[in-house]
Structure formats: structure tokens, C-alpha cells
């Protein structure tokens, strides 16, 4: 082979010959997709104790269960029941310890994410009822008509 030809190839050699060389030194022995494969992407199977101690920010629902009941069991009920209470309430942290409450967002544009009327036909999105908030009562909250742990329009205030 002419020169030319090889003069390249040893140097492409060398440059991924220094940086399997690198990857080695470098990269730790645990790191990997591990046996769960990319459930939880590539990371360090020696931090596990790094994670276990990794506070966790979001509870779910049959956390709140335990204290706020009549919440839970009215909003189970209804067609709201498929929302997490922290998707509203924001993360449970370490409440009721830090925090000692959670906030509670009374405005419209809390209820508007999922209720604005979106054109989008071919996603689930459209399925949700929606409202004109430039007609449907504005101004007023909504929580002063609707209770958001049972907002069947039966059930209205
Ligand atoms: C171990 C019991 C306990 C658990 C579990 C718990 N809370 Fe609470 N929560 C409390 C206490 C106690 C208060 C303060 C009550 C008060 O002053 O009226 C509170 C207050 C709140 C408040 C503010 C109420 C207000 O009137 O200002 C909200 C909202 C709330 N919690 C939501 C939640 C949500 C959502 C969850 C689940 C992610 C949850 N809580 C889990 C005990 C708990
Ligand atoms: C769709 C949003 C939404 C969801 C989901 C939701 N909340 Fe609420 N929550 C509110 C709003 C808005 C208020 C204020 C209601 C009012 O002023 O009448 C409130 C008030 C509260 C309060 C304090 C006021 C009271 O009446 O005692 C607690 C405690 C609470 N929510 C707990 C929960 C728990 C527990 C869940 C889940 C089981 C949950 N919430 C799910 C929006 C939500
Ligand atoms: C002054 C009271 C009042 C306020 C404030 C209010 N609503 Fe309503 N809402 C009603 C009544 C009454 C109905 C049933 C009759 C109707 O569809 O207008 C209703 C119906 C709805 C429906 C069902 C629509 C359907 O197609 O069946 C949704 C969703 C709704 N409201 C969401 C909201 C949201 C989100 C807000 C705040 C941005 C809000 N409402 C503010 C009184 C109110
Ligand atoms: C995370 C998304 C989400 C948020 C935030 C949310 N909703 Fe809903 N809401 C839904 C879904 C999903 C349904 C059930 C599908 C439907 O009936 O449209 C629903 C249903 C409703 C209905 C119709 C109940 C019936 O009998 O048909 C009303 C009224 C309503 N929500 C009011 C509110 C109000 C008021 C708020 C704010 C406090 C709010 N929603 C916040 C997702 C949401």
C-alpha cells in the first residue's frame, strides 16, 4: 500500500488507541447500564449509597392518604381522581416536617394547564373538557364554583 494511504491510518490508530486509553483510566468500574438495562441510563453502580440517601421530592398520592383522607377519598371519586394530589400541591418533600404545609395555588392558570381548550385532535389532551377563560366566568377563581377534590359538576359548591 502506498504511504499516503498508511501514513493516515497509523495516526487514526494512535488516536483511538489514546482514547481507549483514557476511557480506561478514566471512566470508573461500575459505570454502565447495568442488569436493568437503560431503565435508569448509564450510571454508577458504586454510588448506591449516593441514591439511597438522595431525598426523594414526589410521594404520590397514597402518601397523602395517611393524613388528608377526606381529600383523597372524595377525589378518588371523581374524574379527577387520576391526577396525583402533588401535580396540584406541588412536591410532598419532607411534609408534614419541612414543609409543615404544602402551598395550595388558587389561580386560574393552575386549573387553565389542563382545561384551555388546546387543537390538538390527535392527543389525549383534547379528551380533557375545556373552557374559554375569556368567557367562562373570568375573573372569578375557580375554586369559588368548582371543588377541585370533586369537581363532578353535581358536586358543585
Ligand atoms: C403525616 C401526616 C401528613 C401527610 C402524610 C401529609 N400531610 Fe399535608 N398536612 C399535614 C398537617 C399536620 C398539615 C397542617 C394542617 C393544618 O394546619 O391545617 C398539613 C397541611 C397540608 C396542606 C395545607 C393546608 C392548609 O390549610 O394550608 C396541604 C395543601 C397539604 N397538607 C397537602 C398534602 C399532600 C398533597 C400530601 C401528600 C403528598 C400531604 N399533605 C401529606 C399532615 C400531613
Ligand atoms: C386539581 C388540583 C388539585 C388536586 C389534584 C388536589 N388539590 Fe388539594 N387543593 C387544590 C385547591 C385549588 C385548593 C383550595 C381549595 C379551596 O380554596 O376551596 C386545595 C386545598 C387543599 C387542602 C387545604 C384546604 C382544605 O380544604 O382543607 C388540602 C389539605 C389539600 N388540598 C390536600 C389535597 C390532597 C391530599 C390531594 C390528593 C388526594 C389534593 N389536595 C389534590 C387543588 C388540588
Ligand atoms: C362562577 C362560577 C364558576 C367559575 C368561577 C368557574 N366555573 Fe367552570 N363551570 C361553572 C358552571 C355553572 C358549569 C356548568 C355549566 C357550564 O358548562 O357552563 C361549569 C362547567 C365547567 C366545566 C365543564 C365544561 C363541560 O364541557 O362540561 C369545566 C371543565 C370548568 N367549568 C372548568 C372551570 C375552570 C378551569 C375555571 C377557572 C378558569 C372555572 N370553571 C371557573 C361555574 C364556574
Ligand atoms: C393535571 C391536569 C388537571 C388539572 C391541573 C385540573 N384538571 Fe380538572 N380535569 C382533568 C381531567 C383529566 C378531567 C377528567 C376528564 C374530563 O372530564 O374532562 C378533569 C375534569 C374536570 C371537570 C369536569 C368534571 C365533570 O363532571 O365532567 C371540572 C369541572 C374540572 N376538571 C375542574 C378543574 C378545576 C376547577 C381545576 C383547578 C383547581 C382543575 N380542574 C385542574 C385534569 C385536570
Keep these: 500500500m502506498k504511504?499516503?494511504?498508511?501514513?493516515?491510518?497509523y495516526v487514526a490508530i494512535l488516536v483511538l488507541a489514546?482514547?481507549?486509553?483514557?476511557?480506561?483510566?478514566?471512566v470508573p468500574e461500575g459505570f454502565g447500564a447495568h442488569e436493568r438495562?437503560?431503565?435508569y441510563g448509564w450510571h454508577n453502580m458504586n454510588d448506591e449509597q449516593?441514591?439511597?440517601k438522595f431525598?426523594?421530592?414526589?410521594?404520590?398520592?397514597?402518601?397523602c392518604k395517611e393524613c388528608h383522607d377526606d381529600k383523597?377519598?372524595?377525589?378518588?371519586?371523581?374524574?379527577?381522581?387520576?391526577?396525583?394530589?402533588?401535580?396540584?400541591?406541588?412536591?410532598?418533600l419532607d411534609h408534614p416536617n419541612e414543609p409543615p404545609r404544602l402551598p395550595i395555588d388558587r389561580g386560574r392558570a393552575q386549573c387553565l394547564?389542563?382545561?384551555?381548550?388546546?387543537?390538538?385532535?390527535?392527543s389525549g389532551r383534547q379528551n380533557i373538557k375545556s373552557v374559554d377563560p375569556e368567557e367562562h366566568n373570568p375573573g372569578a377563581e375557580c375554586s369559588t364554583?368548582?371543588?377541585?377534590?370533586?369537581?363532578?359538576?353535581?358536586?358543585?359548591?
Excluded at 489514546?18 to 478514566?26: E, G, T, Y
Excluded at 383523597?72 to 410532598?92: D, L
Excluded at 394547564?113 to 390527535?122: A, D, F, I, S
Excluded at 368548582?146 to 358543585?156: F, S, V
Design 3 to 9: 504511504s499516503h494511504v498508511l501514513r493516515p491510518l
Design 18 to 26: 489514546v482514547a481507549l486509553i483514557v476511557r480506561q483510566r478514566l
Design 37 to 39: 438495562g437503560y431503565m
Design 50 to 52: 449516593f441514591w439511597k
Design 55 to 63: 431525598p426523594v421530592k414526589y410521594k404520590s398520592s397514597d402518601y
Design 72 to 92: 383523597h377519598s372524595s377525589i378518588m371519586r371523581t374524574p379527577h381522581g387520576v391526577i396525583q394530589c402533588e401535580n396540584c400541591h406541588g412536591p410532598a
Design 113 to 122: 394547564r389542563c382545561h384551555y381548550p388546546l387543537p390538538y385532535p390527535t
Design 145 to 157: 364554583c368548582h371543588d377541585p377534590h370533586n369537581p363532578n359538576l353535581e358536586g358543585m359548591k
